[in-house]
């Protein structure tokens, strides 16, 4: 069974950071690209990121570009997202996907805010 868990959400200023990370299981991880993707409210859902199977091809979204990075773990299983200098609009939901047959996390909820 495929299951995706996200942590490391919350409540952060502006400016700073959060990492999050998505573990894996009941597939072979490192067969599989992996995303990001976010939801804000009143707002479709978009991809913030992604990663191939093997680590070395990334895409950033243009709005993230040079703030947030992804990566992914194979031995343990892990994608991660580190977000800096955060902004209010990156207040949202963060979901982790496999994109392949779209298979989602539960999502977890970033906010930024003073």
């Known amino acids: 069974q495929v299951q995706l868990v996200e942590s490391g959400g919350g409540l952060v200023q502006p400016g700073g950071s959060l990492r999050l990370s998505c573990a894996a299981s009941?597939?072979?991880?490192?067969?599989?690209?992996m995303a990001w993707h976010r939801q804000a409210p009143g707002k479709e859902r978009e991809l913030v990121a992604s990663?191939?199977?093997?680590?070395?091809?990334?895409y950033h979204a243009p709005a993230v570009k040079g703030r947030f990075t992804i990566s992914r773990d194979n031995a343990k299983n892990t994608v991660d997202l580190q977000m800096n200098s955060l902004k209010p609009d990156d207040t949202a939901v963060y979901f982790c996907?496999?994109?392949?047959?779209?298979?989602w996390g539960q999502g977890i909820q970033v906010t930024v805010s003073s």
């Open positions: 009941g597939f072979t991880f490192s067969d599989y690209a």
């Open positions: 990663v191939g199977n093997d680590g070395r091809s990334k």
């Open positions: 996907r496999r994109p392949r047959d779209d298979y």
